[in-house]
């Protein structure tokens, strides 16, 4: 008998980003796997049982809940922003394509979720109005110099850049590094949003530019949008600007 | 005095995919504006006035949620997916942008929305779980010659590509232009996803190969995601494969 594994999407932090479809799948399941943090965004339900797992564990964390649903638990797994975007369900994909046949049997289903690069962009405006491109700035998972030829192709083309996991201790170069190579394509002023901790007490959002964003404090937390020379700031009175890209290329890049 | 407008993402088109912030915009407002199809999800309010407009009026319909915003009220206008992705966010800050001093001072929020290329990743397992890029395929915006060199960009750097706008009846040719475009750089096997209309009657989820994906029928409500040279198929007894992308690049690529 073969149980179900769904992996469900919470969004940046706040439980306002929370879909009803992501209520319903953490109402149902018999048990919660997660990484301690977002499990701790769910209130705990009687009868439900709950395994925290730290945040380097991903695959022994998928293991684990692949074992229980193959064995006919109805399991959850709750993942940060979209589970599909540099978080739980490509880790999933890869233990069930590496596991044992069993695991292919298990009704997986993943609930989308608002992925850090929305809810930053949403705060500021539309900044990623026009087409984009979408990266990790970790260099654990591939080599430096294949990041540094996507940033290239995509400032050279005229994609918005989103970056995610920017920088953490082990990596502390890199994001400065990518703004330095950045700026081999894009003007100084090329407008830079720096957003971390959307609808959480911490929430800090930066707007920047490009030849002074090496100076704004990131985290892995941290979310980077670098413009494309079409994106523009509306200063507003009393207010934050707007960052928008407009949705028409200007002639320029034609 | 001035008001609000709130412009919200209602997800691809099941009130599964709305977030709590959404339906707590829709509740509160006074009135609402937007594309007739995606007003007639919001279910009715006495008390709450209702502007439904047509698909290529982005700009009137802009202005006047912004104009009634100025004068006070508490505006929201809705939108498909995610406003800030090939939607109305940018239209309102272009409209801004360059319109009257007052519309600087209003209040203006973005409620971001699970826009379709989750929903459709989601649906068939986590094709966007390496770097990716994200594209409007219309060239009523911006010339073909620009798209061209984007998709060659994306593509030769290795990115996964998520195309929205793919076709329409004013523009029959671009979508089949750019697999042929794609297929210079990347094998004829490589998975390629097309989904629309998620979590409606009306749903369609296809997952074939770039050199067969001409045959598959697409709207303009239609997401197409072409794989990258890593993205997989897990193929899986009694169920569709699950389509991934690795969340760590081949040694090939580096």
Chains 1, 2 share one sequence.
Not at 10 to 33: F, I, K, M, N
Not at 61 to 85: F, I, K, N, Y
Not at 179 to 208: C, K, N, Q
Request: hydrophobic share 45%; charged share 20%.
């Amino acid at each position: 008998m073969s149980g179900r594994l769904t992996i469900v999407g919470l969004g940046p932090g706040d439980p306002r980003y929370w879909t009803r479809e992501a209520a319903d799948a953490l109402q149902t399941a018999d048990v919660l796997y997660g990484y301690g943090p977002y499990l701790d965004r769910v209130p705990p339900r009687d009868g439900q049982a709950r395994h925290p797992s730290g945040n380097r564990v991903e695959g022994a964390r998928a293991e684990a809940a692949l074992s229980q649903a193959a064995d006919g638990a109805l399991v959850a797994m709750v993942s940060g922003g979209d589970p599909g975007v540099f978080a739980m369900a490509a880790a999933v994909c890869g233990e069930i394509d590496a596991g044992p046949d069993a695991w292919r049997a298990i009704d997986m289903q993943v609930v989308p979720g608002i992925t850090a690069m929305l809810a930053v962009a949403a705060r500021v405006g539309a900044p990623l109005g026009h087409d984009f491109c979408v990266m990790s700035l970790s260099d654990n998972l591939k080599p430096w110099d294949l990041i540094e030829r996507r940033l290239d192709a995509a400032a050279s083309a005229g994609f918005v850049i989103a970056l995610y996991n920017p920088i953490s201790k082990a990596r502390p170069w890199q994001l400065g590094e990518a703004f330095t190579r950045l700026s081999r394509h894009l003007a100084a002023s090329t407008p830079v949003v720096f957003g971390r901790a959307m609808g959480r007490a911490d929430e800090a959002v930066t707007i920047t530019t490009l030849d002074k964003a090496g100076e704004t404090e990131a985290d892995m937390a941290t979310l980077v949008i670098v413009g494309s020379p079409e994106t523009r700031l509306i200063s507003r009175p009393g207010r934050e600007p707007l960052v928008y890209t407009p949705r028409a290329a200007a002639e320029a890049l034609a």
